[in-house]
């Protein structure tokens, strides 16, 4: 079998694949993986996987989803954006 297929089993993991033809189903998290690469794994040499997995927490947390300028959001940081709505 394959070994990919049974490693998400055994983590109780749904596999999910854009349908067939069908390149933009997923087309948000492409975008946020390439940020990502470019912004904070290329270039870099992570000692441990806790390393690995605090570099991108913090991105995430408390640069992706706070401060970073998003296009979709008329190049705003996500806390600019909600001052401006509320």
């Known amino acids: ?3 990919f297929q049974t490693a998400l089993k055994q983590g109780k993991i ?3 694949l854009s349908r067939a033809g069908k390149c933009t189903d997923n ?5 946020f993986f ?3 690469k ?9 000692k441990t996987d806790k390393a690995l997995r605090g570099t991108l927490g913090s991105y995430i947390n408390k640069y992706y989803n ?3 300028m998003h296009s979709g959001i008329n190049y705003c ?3 600019e954006y ?5």
């Not at 470019?38 to 992570?46: A, L, S, T, Y």
């Not at 909600?82 to 509320?86: I, P, V, W």
């Open 66 to 68: 706070v401060l970073r």
């Open 77 to 79: 940081s996500p806390i």
């Open 1 to 3: 079998g394959n070994i």
């Open 34 to 36: 390439h940020s990502m």
């Open 38 to 46: 470019c912004e904070v794994i290329r270039g870099n040499i992570f």
């Open 14 to 16: 749904t596999h999910s």
């Open 27 to 31: 087309a948000h998290m492409e975008s």
């Open 82 to 86: 909600e001052a401006l709505a509320a």
